[in-house]
């Protein structure tokens, strides 16, 4: 898609749409259908960019007032943006099949897009991110985030009985989960999601910081759980390091991301018949693998697999629900059953209250209840596509991925069992902070403007610290 008709598609409409022998329920479908298109994109760049410059018409290639222009502040874009996929979702004709756009789609869409809104302009700094926190305007969106999960959560969606079901399934088509997704299949359209965990020049494993993240049965953390808290593997009759009994005890979806044993340097492992890997942290990712509906040669291969992708669900719509009312402090016990309760339920875990006892791991300054959210998000999204980076901007929080401040973010599993271990380690754990140092610095809440639009346009001025 041409970036430029995309956010000229109001007047594309116009020109075109509007004046075509359609009936006015199907024009404003289409037009629907492109300002949802334009919202996306829009809410991408400002996410990234900032300030940007905001578009609704085809451009003239002589117009140089509008080629070159200053960019539009990001407040009045988002506003811009609201207004889009509010059109999209009023006048996009529902369906039900979940491979095309529909209102279901759409809402779920601005669910997304305002509870970003709200929280990023609840949380932001005028010294890091250029302007300051606007409490009535976070209100505003996290309200419009809330209305947009109500009207979802009151549709016919309902919770998997497998987490992994999402992630690693050859058909979406039967999940009451989705919303919307995008289908692959073996003889025409394939990826390579399993290959990235399994690949034999080696991967990349979750961080001693995420697996601690995990509560643990009883529903404590790991500061407060009555549980064993001994996570060091150890030798299984394959001479492997099982760490079996570690995930027996704790949350269920952490034994349906990892695998039960670890890979490292000198002990590679093999998942169901694919080549011996290793992980960076010693943690397997088995969350997309799907050895029972997929061949060996087609999970371990470049480009082969085929399992579905889901695209909007509705446990993140659970998730965005509760969080956007906690931040609004007006989230009850109700409203917790409701949605990540759900999730706490599949998780083999304790329902979550309105008062949490509070986790001594809470370094975000926020209040118990704000904590057990965020770390509900946290582990049912692990490793999905970039929501976590997202969200530690929109909090506020880009400073948790520095390794200087928070070493255990390049830790990784326990392995002071096993002898003379190839691995640099850290009190026992696997420690790959000589071979990468993550700094954080205030310019990382934006992209740099690039130097070729830059020098294209002069009134196109740089991020700040770039």
Known sequence: RDPEMSRGLGDVYKRQVQSSSLDEATKAHY??????????????????????????????????????????????????????????????TANSNRQRFSTDMAYAMKADITLYEGTYCKYRTQAENGKAADESRANKYLQECVSACEYLMAKNYSLSNSYKANYNSVSLASNPEMIFYKPYAQSSLRHSTIDYTINTSGTHGISKDAFDSFLFLDGKPLATTSKNKDDAAVLDADKNYSIREVLAVRDKRLSEILDPVLSFRGHAYSRAGVAAFTTSTGYGIAKYDNPEELSVSDRNNIGYQYTDCPLYWISVIYLNFAEAKAEMG????????????????????????????????????????????????????????????????????????DSTKYPNTMLGANVSNVPDCEEATKNGYIDASDAQ??????????YPIPTTQLTLNKNMKQNPGW
Request: contains cysteine; aromatic residues 12%.
């Open 31 to 92: 037009e629907g259908l492109a300002r949802m298109n334009r919202a996306w994109e829009y809410y991408q760049l400002v996410r990234m960019y900032g300030d940007v410059q905001w578009i609704d018409k085809v451009i003239d290639p002589a117009d140089n007032e509008a080629l070159y222009g200053p960019r539009t502040d990001r407040d009045e874009v988002m506003d811009h943006v609201l207004a889009d996929i509010n059109y999209a979702c009023e006048h996009i």
């Open 437 to 446: 140092i993550r700094t954080y610095e205030a310019k990382h809440y934006f």
């Open 330 to 401: 007006s989230l009850t016990q109700d409203d917790l059953n409701n949605s990540i309760n759900k999730l706490q339920a599949r998780a083999g875990l304790p329902a979550m209250t309105t008062t949490p006892d509070a986790d001594p791991a809470n370094n975000m300054g926020v209040s118990n209840l704000i904590w057990e959210i965020r770390r509900c998000r946290r582990c049912e999204l692990i490793m999905d596509n970039w929501y976590r980076y997202w969200d530690l901007i929109r909090w506020h929080q880009l400073d948790k991925l």
